[in-house]
């Protein structure tokens, strides 16, 4: 059996918080533009917001897929310690579907014609939050045995 290594567990700490703090960071910046385009929604307003608004909210979407994208890549690159190893794994494949989920919102949105794909909108919401709360668990699971 390997045996526990701290400094392996002190570096995978501080690269899962650096994850944690740059998804709250990329949640954080990205909220306002998601309820300005929730409320256009409610309102049927989507075409009537001006166009360069609708391609900012699109823009911010795109920025935070591709800031999730970067945190699941290193999720899957890390070397976790032992004895956290199916712990990890089930945090770096939950936040990689995650980071999907998060794609398919964005994708959602076209600005070409200015409108979003409701059933891909929906979908998008619905998988954030499922993977959101099983990161949470996986994460919450990992401190817990990290503290070991």
């Known amino acids: 059996m390997a045996k526990f290594n701290p400094k392996q567990a002190q570096i995978y700490v501080q690269t899962l918080q650096q994850v944690l703090t740059t998804t709250q960071d990329t949640a954080d910046r990205v ?6 385009l929730d409320d256009a929604k ?7 917001m001006p166009v360069a608004e609708f391609s900012e909210i699109k823009a911010e979407f795109e920025d935070a897929v ?3 994208q ?3 890549r290193i999720l899957n690159n890390v070397q976790a310690p032992i004895r956290l190893l199916g712990l990890h794994k089930s ?3 939950n936040y990689t579907a995650y980071a999907e989920a998060t794609k398919m919102m964005s994708d959602a949105l076209n600005t070409t014609n200015q409108t979003v794909d409701d059933a891909l909108y929906v979908k998008s919401e619905e998988d954030q939050e499922l993977y959101l709360g099983k990161i949470q668990a996986n994460v919450s699971k990992i401190m817990m045995g990290a503290g070991r």
């Open 31 to 36: 909220a306002p533009f998601f309820t300005k």
């Open 91 to 93: 945090l770096a494949k």
């Open 70 to 72: 970067e945190n699941a």
């Open 42 to 48: 409610e309102d049927n307003a989507i075409v009537d």
């Open 66 to 68: 591709v800031a999730y």
